[in-house]
């Protein structure tokens, strides 16, 4: 159940987006974040969070792109966080800069209707960040991205693999 007003602006017909950081590996937490404006009552916006598949969810009106499936050129989903106080620079600056720790992205629809199950499961891993004072860029690539992989320079000869070039494997 969802605990909380979820702002419709920034959902597109109900659909919601929460986001999940895992810096564990690190040694420190998971942060949780749902993509609605803090526009809650008082000062501290961590008064007023929301609650949703058995974890605490902080609201932050968070921007994604990117998220186009297949297609020539794969396109690399980026999100931006905003960072006022600079909390997130440095968490995942003393973090290694979080390069290859999980994040999850979940879409439900209305989850005002109790309805508990996302409705899609992304799972990504954080290849890179940026900061520019007021927002953190994350830019997030599959477990198969390629883009920076090293392979081993080996080179294949008949000494080592005697079929090769032969057609004995045909």
């Known amino acids: 159940m969802l605990n ?7 959902s597109y017909f109900g659909l919601v987006e929460f986001l999940s950081i895992d810096l564990t590996r690190f040694g420190d937490q998971v942060y949780r974040f749902v993509n609605t404006p803090a526009d809650v009552p008082g ?6 969070l929301v609650t949703w598949g ?5 609201p932050l ?19 931006n966080l905003p960072d006022y106080q600079g909390l997130m620079y440095v968490t995942l600056k003393n973090n290694r800069y979080g390069v290859g720790a999980p994040v ?3 879409q439900v629809m209305d989850p005002t209707l109790g309805l508990a199950a996302p409705y899609t499961v992304e799972s990504y ?12 860029s994350l830019e997030l690539a599959t477990a198969m991205d390629l883009t920076n992989a090293q392979f081993l320079g080996f080179k ?15």
Request: charged residues 30%; without cysteine.
């Open 61 to 79: 009106p968070f921007e994604s792109s990117g998220w186009k499936r297949g297609g020539d050129k794969p396109e690399r989903p980026k999100l």
């Open 104 to 106: 999850n992205r979940y």
């Open 4 to 10: 909380g007003k979820i702002n419709d602006t920034t």
């Open 43 to 48: 000062e501290n916006p961590d008064d007023k």
């Open 156 to 170: 294949m000869t008949r000494k080592f693999y005697p079929g090769l070039g032969s057609n004995l494997l045909r």
């Open 54 to 58: 058995g974890y605490t969810w902080k």
């Open 125 to 136: 891993q954080l290849a890179s960040f940026s900061a520019t004072g007021l927002e953190v």
